[in-house]
């Protein structure tokens, strides 16, 4: 439920004057960071690899920027939680098991998704007690970015996350899987 003024932030760039003013010392209760980039799945030869840095500046430092601005107001909140929607295939123990072999997802995703699960787990050592952090897998959606045979409509998706942001579960950090059990890192 929106509370304040709308703002518009690009992830890319240093949290602005206005997101500030929206929160202006108001405790902030959940951090979803939502935004993400991929790129289209090419074999290495034809890797562009400033497509990878341009997956990882919206995926990981975007987060990282928004939670350094707005820890303040987190740790004001009763029981905070920052959740950076990532994806299964973030999962480096499920990479290295092949269990995404015949994919074409792109390597800038893949990587930029186990960094932000990386950030995920620094955030959570670092604010533990204080802040619980998880990585969410919102399922296969049926977006634009979603692999072909994707059967969970977006809004679905975002019903499971309101209903999961209610969740009294302490554990930090946490790899959630909004339609199935938890996930390896």
Not at 45 to 74: F, I, K, T, W, Y
Not at 97 to 119: C, D, H, P, V, W
Request: charged share 15%; with cysteine; aromatic share 4%.
């Amino acid at each position: 439920m929106r509370t304040g003024p709308g703002v518009i932030q690009d992830v890319r760039d240093p949290v602005g004057p206005e997101l500030l003013a929206a929160v202006a010392g108001r405790p902030v209760d959940a951090l979803v960071n939502n935004a993400g980039v991929g790129a289209p799945g090419r074999p290495l030869a034809e890797v562009d690899p400033d497509s990878v840095l341009h997956a990882v500046d919206v995926n990981v430092a975007g987060p990282l920027r928004l939670a350094q601005a707005l820890l303040p107001n987190l740790l004001a909140a009763p029981a905070p939680l920052i959740v950076n929607v990532s994806s299964r295939l973030g999962s480096l123990g499920a990479q290295a098991a092949g269990e995404f072999r015949g994919r074409t997802t792109s390597y800038a995703y893949r990587i930029a998704k186990a960094a932000q699960n990386m950030l995920t787990i620094a955030l959570a050592q670092e604010l533990a007690g204080r802040v619980r952090c998880w990585a969410v897998h919102p399922g296969s959606l049926t977006t634009a970015m979603g692999a072909a045979g994707a059967s969970t409509p977006p809004g679905a998706a975002a019903a499971r996350l309101v209903r999961l942001l209610d969740s009294p579960d302490r554990t930090s950090p946490r790899f959630v899987s909004l339609d199935g059990p938890d996930l390896p890192w």
